[in-house]
Nanobody, 117 residues
Framework: VQLQASGGGLVQAGGSLRLSCTVSESILSFSITAWYRQAPGKQREEVAS???????QYIDSVKGRFTISKDNFKNVLYLQMTTLKPEDTAVYYC????????????WGQGTQVTVSS
């Protein structure tokens, strides 16, 4: 399984970006897919997740600004980010998790998001 993240870049505060994560097999085979981020000197944190059935969760700091979604036909996971803040600057990673027959997790390579003030 391969995950390819893209869409990062440099944007001014208040701007928007959309991240994409292309999955090499059916995204429906994963129980949950998610976006994480890691800022310099900080631990990696889960930003948003979406289950196979479409239920979503977000960390408090991005609620109302970020939207996670997926295209089950194109096998792509998205993260629409709006009203970006400098504190959103980080490397963003996508992750996909299977639970059958055993629990396995797969990570994308990361895409840099830099928000200037």
């Amino acid at each position: 399984v391969q995950l390819q993240a893209s869409g990062g870049g440099l944007v001014q505060a208040g701007g928007s970006l959309r991240l994409s994560c292309t999955v090499s097999e059916s995204i429906l085979s994963f129980s949950i897919t998610a976006w994480y981020r890691q800022a310099p000197g900080k631990q990696r944190e889960e930003v948003a997740s979406i289950t196979g059935g479409g239920s979503t969760q977000y960390i408090d700091s991005v609620k109302g600004r970020f939207t996670i979604s997926k295209d089950n036909f194109k096998n792509v996971l998205y993260l629409q980010m709006t009203t970006l803040k400098p504190e959103d600057t980080a490397v963003y990673y996508c992750k996909a998790r299977k639970v059958r027959p055993i629990v396995r997790e797969y990570w994308g390579q990361g895409t840099q998001v830099t928000v200037s003030s």
